[in-house]
């Protein structure tokens, strides 16, 4: 992560009263200028291989860290030369890494330093002397084997589901186990040539067995349990029916096969999964507390994700009101709680993944969170909301009241063909609850950029789905008058819309107080209103004494201040 040279400015304004230090992090350091080369090379070219083998980041030359007092704190860089500060690093460095560096003369001490910006690796750096360390927190650690180990992972450089087992055979797998995975394959993928093979040659055909051995997936997936406990030390999923938000009243500790322990936790699930019924016209639809294919992709992807190589279970605690699935293993791949929507999956076991795509139980790249969350909507519930750290993933799904207009205003689209996409059904969600939303609140909840939200924005406006009203900064948008009605909430509509008129003289002076001037199109774009509302508005503002017109003629008139 690169920090700009307006951030670094913004930190050192701080230093009369604080410390650099305080503004360290995983992806910012900040160091003195050391005079002697050597000793400053070995410096620079070790938080090079640090920073490049985590996120990247900027380290700041010229300012002590522990100093308090600008002057004291920002000792600047002397007699340095850029191009040979740069050659000194990627020389020494393998892979190669190239920094960037910027020059920043700090006005005031009238010293100059410098913003070594350091880009994320592609894979283990090291110096040519073969030290590697990597950041963590706000240290350089050394970078010990295991540690090797899970970064190759997360870069998608290594597959620990992908090796084989030389200590075991064909002959070791569980019968019982392969049957149900062929049962798997056939409810999902009846039509399926993998269906007429032999055991043998369908295990090898998906991945189960390769070059003779099993495969970690395999044993994962069709093992005997003393097997995956010998050979996948870490391998465990706990589900927890809570009586409350302290204690549980049934718990299962699963270290046998994954398809045998869905079963288990799916039917546990199922047990206390109730149903509410929603009549609209003639045809009733059951919806559950917990949707089966909400709750079946938030597991599956926990499994998918989880680190092998850490201790600890792979947690489905189910509340009441929610259900809470957790993994050991942070995100991978540049995946955030704040990008899952617009990202392929990155899945940490990734031959696993294709394994089970191969059966029918994963959906294709990306396409599982998306899931997740129409179904949720389209059932009337919330969304899914998920945590992450370095060392874990969280999602909750919550159950909460069920929104039955909303639910029968979506089965009522279909029934005419009128499908409301995944976009339009996040934002509709959404302001049912929130009522108004501005263009920058919309793109954060579709995790998409400005432009591309307001496209769908638009073409919402044109479905019917959605009003604005405002212009520029103060633009929004609000449920149509039809979208409320459908919903039965045609008095919040004009309600909502009465307290707007209220306040158009109120917006429209104000625009004019800013901008010295109006015309009748840009009160219909300030207010969302025909031509025909904004002349009669405009009129009683003359009428009022507030405003006066000047120009001649409908093209040329424009409404100033009277």
């Keep these: 992560m690169r920090h700009s040279k307006e951030q670094i400015l913004k930190f050192l304004k701080q230093l009369e009263n604080k410390k650099a230090e305080e503004f360290e992090s995983e992806t910012l350091d900040f160091k003195e200028w050391i005079s002697d080369r050597k000793k400053l090379y070995k410096k620079l070219i070790e938080y090079a291989v640090c920073f490049a083998n985590q996120k990247g ?92 180990q899970k970064r190759l992972v997360e870069l998608g450089f290594m597959d620990l589901t992908a090796e084989i087992i030389e200590g075991l055979s ?30 043998r040659d369908l295990l090898k055909q998906i991945g189960i067995i390769k070059n003779g051995y099993p495969t970690i997936a395999g044993l994962l997936l069709v093992g005997k349990e003393e097997d995956i406990e010998k050979y996948v030390h870490f391998h465990e999923v706990t589900y927890l029916h809570m009586a409350n938000d302290i204690n549980y009243d049934k718990r299962i500790d699963g270290k046998n096969g994954i398809l045998c322990l869905l079963e288990d936790i799916y039917r546990n699930i199922e047990h206390y999964n109730k149903i509410t019924t929603v009549k609209i016209g003639l045809f009733h639809f059951e919806i559950k507390d917990f949707p089966e294919d909400t709750y079946r992709e938030a597991i599956l992807n926990a499994i998918l994700h989880r680190d092998y190589t850490s201790l600890g279970s792979v947690f489905i605690k189910h509340y009441d009101d929610r259900i809470e699935i957790s993994n050991p293993g942070g995100f991978i791949g540049g995946i955030t709680p704040e990008n899952i929507l617009r990202q392929d999956s990155k899945p940490r076991n990734r031959y696993l993944a294709e394994v089970l795509r191969k059966i029918g139980l994963v959906e294709k790249a990306g396409m599982g969170v998306k899931r997740m969350f129409y179904t949720q909507l389209a059932s009337g519930k919330e969304l899914p909301s998920y945590f992450s750290a370095e060392h874990f993933v969280k999602v909750i799904i919550k159950d909460g009241t069920i929104d039955e207009p909303f639910v029968k205003f979506v089965k009522e689209s279909e029934k005419q063909g009128k499908w409301v996409r995944f976009d339009e059904l996040l934002i509709l969600s959404v302001l049912r609850r929130q009522r108004e939303l501005s263009l920058k609140e919309a793109a954060s909840i579709l995790q998409l950029d400005v432009s591309r939200t307001r496209e769908i924005l638009m073409k919402m406006i044109k479905r019917g789905f959605l009003e604005k009203s405002g212009v520029k900064k103060g633009l929004i948008y609000r449920l149509s008058s039809n979208i409320y009605k459908q919903l039965g909430e045609s008095v919040s509509y004009i309600r909502e819309k009465g307290i707007d008129e209220v306040r158009y003289p109120e917006l429209i002076l104000e625009y004019v107080k800013n901008y010295g001037s109006i015309t009748n199109r840009q009160v219909r774009e300030l207010l969302g209103v025909d031509k025909y509302k904004a002349s009669r508005v405009l009129k009683k503002l003359i009428h009022s004494g507030k405003l006066k017109r000047i120009g001649r003629g409908k093209k040329d008139a424009r409404y100033i201040l009277g």
Excluded: W
Excluded at 118 to 129: A, C, F, L, S, Y
Excluded at 134 to 147: A, V
Excluded at 190 to 197: I, V
């Design 57 to 148: 980041g900027t380290l700041v030359l010229g300012v002590r860290d522990r100093a308090r007092g600008r002057e004291k704190a920002i000792t600047g860089c002397t007699g340095y030369n850029i191009d040979e500060i740069k050659t000194n690093i990627y020389e020494a460095t393998d892979p190669k890494i190239l920094v960037d560096i910027e020059e920043v003369f700090i006005d005031g001490i009238g010293v100059t330093i410098l913003l070594i910006h350091i880009p994320q690796g592609i894979g283990i750096h090291t110096t040519t002397g073969g030290t590697s360390k990597i950041r963590i927190g706000k240290d350089c650690k050394p970078l010990t084997g295991s540690m090797r």
């Design 170 to 199: 064909y002959d070791d797998l569980d019968k019982v186990e392969i049957q149900r995975l062929k049962n798997i394959l056939r409810a999902r993928k009846p039509e399926s040539s993998l269906l007429k093979l032999s055991d």
